[in-house]
C-alpha cells in the first residue's frame, strides 16, 4: 500500500519557510544500469542543523550522502549546496566546505592518530606545501575537542573502535568544513560508544554552527540527538520535519510498514522506541 507523505509543518520540504537551506535537491535522482536507487526528488537540507537519514535498509540513505558528498553522479536533476551547484565547485574548494566520512574509513593501518587528523588539511595545502602554523593549530585543536590530544602518537590500529571514529572525525574538524555528512558513524560501535560519538558530534554541531547530515538506523539515537529527520523509503522521502513530530506510532509504523510503539519515560528523558 502506498505511504503518503508526512510533512511536518513547521520545516516542510523544498520550502523557503524551513530557512537557509544548506543542500537544495531540484528533480535529483539516481539509477544504474537502468535500475533506479534514489527517485527524483524535490528537497531542502536545512542549513545548521543536526540532519538525520532514515529508512529501510535499500531505502536510499547512503545514495543520498553519496550525492551529497559527489561520491556519485546524479543521473537527472541538480543539487546546490549554499545556493551553487556542486559541480561549479572545485575540487579543493568543494573539500573546504563538505566533509565526508562514508561507512567503512580506509583502515589507515600504519598511520598514528596525528597522521590521520593533519589528513584534514589537504584541502587548504595541498599533497606537498609543509604544514605551517594554522594547520598545526587545526590539528591540535581537532585533537583536544573530540578528546585524544593525549593520544596523537598512538597508531590508529591500537583503538577502539569509538577511539578510531573521534580520529576520523579529527580529521574532519581539521579540515574545517561547513558541513559534515556521516554515514552510519555509529553503526560498528557498542551503546557506550555510540552515545559518545553522538554526544560529541551534537556538541561540535553547537560550537561551530555546522550542519550535519547523518544516517542512522537507531530511530530512538535520532530522535533524540537530531533536530530534523528526513524519512525515505523506496526511494523517495516521505518525512521531514522534528523530532517530535516523527516520535509518534503511526508515523513510525508507516515508515517502516511494523507496528512500533513508543515511550518516553520522563519529561525530561528520551524517547524510547519498540517494535510490537
Request: hydrophobic share 45%.
Amino acid at each position: 500500500m502506498a505511504f503518503a507523505p508526512i510533512l511536518d509543518a513547521r520545516v516542510p520540504v523544498a520550502s523557503a519557510a524551513a530557512g537557509a537551506a544548506s543542500f537544495q535537491l531540484k528533480n535529483a535522482g539516481y539509477a544504474v544500469a537502468g535500475t533506479r536507487i534514489l527517485a527524483p526528488l524535490d528537497l531542502a537540507i536545512p542549513a545548521g542543523r543536526f540532519v538525520a537519514l532514515i529508512g529501510h535498509n535499500g531505502s536510499g540513505k547512503s545514495t543520498l550522502l553519496s550525492l551529497l558528498a559527489r561520491q556519485l553522479v546524479p543521473s537527472e536533476g541538480e543539487i546546490a549546496f549554499a545556493g551553487k551547484s556542486l559541480v561549479s565547485y572545485g575540487q579543493r574548494d568543494f573539500a573546504r566546505r563538505i566533509g565526508w566520512l562514508p561507512q567503512q574509513p580506509p583502515a589507515a593501518a600504519n598511520m598514528t592518530v596525528a597522521e590521520v587528523a593533519k589528513l584534514g588539511r589537504y584541502p587548504w595545502r595541498g599533497a606537498f606545501m609543509r604544514h605551517g602554523e594554522d594547520d598545526r593549530r587545526a590539528v591540535a585543536e581537532a585533537l583536544t575537542k573530540v578528546g585524544l590530544a593525549g593520544m596523537s602518537e598512538r597508531a590508529m590500529t591500537s583503538l577502539s573502535g569509538g577511539e578510531r571514529q573521534r580520529a576520523w572525525l579529527a580529521m574532519l574538524l581539521a579540515q574545517q568544513p561547513a558541513c559534515l555528512l556521516l554515514d552510519e558513524p555509529t553503526a560498528a560501535l557498542d551503546m557506550k560508544h555510540q552515545l559518545e560519538v553522538l554526544k560529541l558530534l551534537q556538541r561540535l554541531r553547537g560550537e561551530h554552527e555546522l550542519t550535519i547530515v547523518m544516517a542512522i538506523h537507531d530511530i530512538g539515537m535520532a530522535i533524540r540527538f537530531c533536530d530534523h529527520l528526513v524519512a525515505l523509503k523506496a526511494g523517495r522521502p516521505i518525512f521531514a520535519g522534528s523530532p517530535e513530530a516523527l516520535a509518534k506510532p503511526d508515523v513510525l509504523s508507516g515508515i517502516y510498514d511494523l507496528p512500533i510503539g513508543t515511550v518516553r519515560p520522563s519529561e525530561a528523558g528520551p524517547t524510547v522506541v519498540y517494535p510490537l
